[in-house]
T-cell receptor, first 110, second 114 residues
Framework: GQQVMQIPQYQHVQEGEDFTTYCNSS?????IQWYKQRPGGHPVFLIQ???SGEVKKQKRLTFQFGEAKKNSSLHITATQTTDVGTYFCAAMDSNYQLIWGAGTKLIIKP | DAMVIQNPRYQVTQFGKPVTLSCSQTLNHNVMYWYQQKSSQAPKLLFHYYDKDFNNEADTPDNFQSRRPNTSFCFLDIRSPGLGDAAMYLC?????????????FGPGTRLTVL
């Protein structure tokens, strides 16, 4: 079945450093969604990308969808403590179900 | 505010003792999902309802059942909880449209099995 690979599993950064997480699929994706889950919280929808090569920004967050619609990335500029959590990508399959990446946990070093 | 509500937030049960988790929504979405999430893992879809149509994931154990008596409510029944069923259970909703299926999650119920 369709799979979405997400790396890295963890990323430790100093506050103020940048953070990036990547998702890849061997098949073309119809769209990709990004969710954030704070520690102890539930996933919260961030954004959906649909078009080839699409780039969307939300303040310090930049989301990209690859030209071939097989990969996506989330980049956070100048991380803050409020960014801590796990970021998941999720691709929608032909049955409208989400295929989730494993998530990348953003950890701010003390 | 429109939202997804889950009760209880924390549930403790004994090994083998049936438990029911509830989810309600004020979003009037036609799709409701139940996910199981274990520590440091992605949510795992158990089943979903598209209106009244029930869709079970192939690898969801028979121990898990669900009911959706109306648009607003959905229940997850665990008939004989085992230690391996301890997890966060997340309810989500969506208003399914072609090419877009944003899911809105409730706060979850954390299940402990003693």
């Amino acid at each position: 079945g369709q799979q979405v690979m997400q790396i890295p599993q963890y990323q430790h950064v100093q506050e103020g450093e940048d953070f990036t997480t990547y998702c890849n699929s061997s098949t073309t994706l119809s769209n990709i969604q990004w969710y954030k889950q704070r520690p102890g919280g539930h996933p919260v929808f961030l954004i959906q990308l649909v078009k080839s090569g699409e780039v969307k920004k939300q303040k310090r967050l930049t989301f990209q969808f690859g030209e071939a619609k097989k990969n996506s990335s989330l980049h956070i500029t100048a991380t803050q403590t409020t960014d801590v959590g796990t970021y998941f990508c999720a691709a929608m399959d032909s049955n409208y179900q989400l295929i989730w990446g494993a998530g990348t946990k953003l950890i701010i070093k003390p | 505010d429109a939202m997804v509500i889950q009760n209880p937030r924390y549930q403790v049960t004994q090994f083998g003792k049936p438990v029911t988790l509830s989810c309600s929504q004020t979003l009037n979405h036609n799709v409701m999902y139940w996910y199981q999430q274990k520590s440091s893992q992605a949510p795992k879809l158990l089943f979903h309802y598209y209106d009244k149509d029930f869709n079970n994931e192939a690898d969801t154990p028979d121990n898990f059942q669900s009911r959706r008596p109306n648009t607003s409510f959905c229940f997850l029944d665990i008939r004989s909880p085992g230690l391996g069923d301890a997890a966060m259970y997340l309810c989500a909703t969506s208003s399914r449209t072609l090419g877009a299926d944003t899911q809105y999650f409730g706060p979850g119920t954390r299940l402990t099995v003693l």
